[in-house]
């Protein structure tokens, strides 16, 4: 596992050349609206600072057609302490790390991951719909 540390509160996780997740941590000090994710994923993590009196011009998206190899999701932390553990493609344990109130996860390799929820926790997910029941996930044995 390779941690990369772009800016303070924005680490990136590697494990084999292959970015498994991007976690935007609470005090992550950004002053300007970026975009943590390479414009080839299928989901898109950004962060937004926006002043009082600004505005967001009125748009809506087109429809665009695409192709989805694998669900990425985002996680917020709007409550407690969870450990994710990550996984390799061949369901072994890789590495473990920490996201807690405040912080954003987005899991986007192709590995699996596993949750040990630390202390009580409200996590929100969003994901690429439309979802296909226990079709979309494949179950396996966990470290202890």
């Given at each position: ?13 590697y494990?084999d050349g292959?970015?498994?997740a991007?976690?935007?941590?609470d ?14 994923f299928s989901?898109?993590?950004g962060?937004?600072?926006h ?5 967001i ?12 190899l ?20 061949d ?10 109130r ?12 596993g ?13 690429q ?16």
């Open positions: 596992m390779i941690k990369e540390e772009k800016t303070k509160g924005l680490e990136y996780f494990h292959e970015l498994y991007v976690i935007l941590r005090d992550y000090p950004g002053q300007a609206i970026s975009f943590v994710t390479p414009d080839t989901q898109q993590l962060f937004l600072p002043k009082a009196g600004g505005a011009p009125p748009h809506r998206h087109k429809m665009n057609k695409r192709e989805i694998y669900t990425q999701e985002t996680l917020f932390i709007k409550k407690g302490l969870v450990k994710v553990d990550f996984y390799d493609k369901k072994k344990y890789v590495f473990s790390e920490e996201v807690r405040g912080d954003v996860i987005l899991l986007c390799g192709s590995g699996g991951h949750f040990k929820i630390l202390e009580d926790t409200v996590m929100i997910e969003v994901k719909g439309p979802y296909n029941g226990m079709e979309d996930k494949e179950r396996f044995e966990g470290v202890k």
